[in-house]
């Protein structure tokens, strides 16, 4: 599996634009992206995935260049409760007999 | 639809006793899995099963049994507990097809003393 990085941690203010990046510089063809979220004292929620360019849902937008060694969560207009954990995870998704793998995530604080 | 469920939310036990998590899905989900997450870290892959009938160890497997009951259930068992084993454990099953989507349980808070 591809392995990622994130950074540990960051900082916004409410209705702000939130850009997480992960770094998967030896992705294969077979994978896909996708990004998780968790609140405290929860389990981790699917938020979006995509192959390359861009995917958006209510929740999030995914942008993914050309070359896919990294990619893009971009969460528009930040409130309180956006603070979680978000997971970047990169592997194929049609081998059932996969898992994920999480890594440390980043921690988004939103301030009032 | 409940989705993913555990039993039970805490425990408590002492080194040396056993115990079995449970978790069950109702959206026919084929795949399951049990995951482990120690404070500030990440989830770690304990055991997984990708279909009824299969199981399959993980990133950290020592010290855990699994058991695939059906479809729907997917118990984890602690034969020994040992106080590296306290954890939140997290159960969760897979959509699956053109998503990559897993549901996961609200989780099992263990301690061991």
């Known amino acids: 599996l591809a392995k990622t990085t994130q950074p540990i941690s960051m900082d916004s203010y409410e209705g702000q634009e939130v850009n997480i990046t992960c770094s998967h510089n030896n992705i294969a063809t077979n994978d896909y992206i996708t990004w998780y979220q968790q609140f405290p004292s929860q389990g981790p929620r699917f938020i979006i995935q995509g192959y390359k360019t861009k995917v958006t849902n209510e929740v999030a937008s995914l942008f993914i260049p050309a070359d896919r060694k990294s990619s893009t969560l971009s969460l528009p207009r930040v409130s309180l409760s956006d603070t979680a954990v978000y997971y970047c995870?990169?592997?194929?998704?049609?081998?059932?007999?996969?898992?994920?793998?999480f890594g440390s995530g980043t921690r988004l604080q939103v301030q009032p | 639809n409940a989705g993913v469920t555990q039993t039970p939310k805490f425990q408590v036990l002492k080194t040396g006793q056993s115990m079995t998590l449970q978790c069950a899905q109702d959206?026919?989900?084929?795949?399951m899995y049990w995951y482990r997450q120690d404070p500030g870290m990440g989830l770690r892959l304990i055991y997984y099963s990708a279909s009824e009938g299969t199981t399959d160890k993980g990133e950290v497997p020592n010290g855990y049994n699994v058991s695939r009951l059906n479809k729907r259930e997917f118990s984890l068992r602690l034969e020994s507990a040992a106080p590296s084993q306290t954890s939140v454990y997290f159960c969760?099953?897979?959509?699956?097809?053109?998503?990559?989507?897993?549901?996961f349980g609200p989780g099992t808070r263990l301690t061991v003393l």
């Open positions: 959206m026919n989900h084929n795949s």
């Open positions: 995870l990169v592997g194929p998704i049609y081998t059932g007999r996969r898992a994920l793998t």
């Open positions: 969760a099953s897979r959509a699956g097809g053109r998503t990559d989507t897993q549901y």
